[in-house]
């Protein structure tokens, strides 16, 4: 699944899996849920919405089949999303640190 973090008083992270047409919404509230049978152009719609919370409350909730994921479940699909890869990590501290000249400090 690809796992996106995404801006939004309601939803947290958004993870979409074009082949089996699954999306899985995080909140804030850390539950999450997924939805079945859902297009590619409804997921695309909803990333590129200013408000993915009311896109998500107007074309998506009640629409498509769903179920509750386990927290197990919720910590496999979201893990991504909720920090960076310390590889990745450590990259983007050192490019900042060259491009302020200073030494790289890890966080």
């Given amino acids: 699944m690809q796992v996106s973090s995404v801006k939004s008083s309601n939803l947290l992270a958004v993870a979409f899996d074009a082949g089996s047409e699954r999306l899985a919404v995080q909140f ?3 539950r999450a849920w997924i939805y079945q049978c859902v297009p590619f ?3 695309r719609s909803l990333m590129q919405a200013d408000s993915k919370g009311s896109y998500f409350a107007r074309h998506i909730r009640g629409r498509f089949p769903d179920a509750e994921l386990a927290p197990a479940e919720v910590a496999d699909i979201f893990a991504a999303a909720a920090s960076p890869a310390p590889a990745t ?3 983007l501290v050192s490019v900042l640190a060259q491009v302020r000249g200073a030494s790289p400090v890890l966080l």
């Fill in 28 to 30: 804030q509230s850390r």
């Fill in 41 to 43: 152009h409804t997921y």
């Fill in 89 to 91: 990590e450590r990259w």
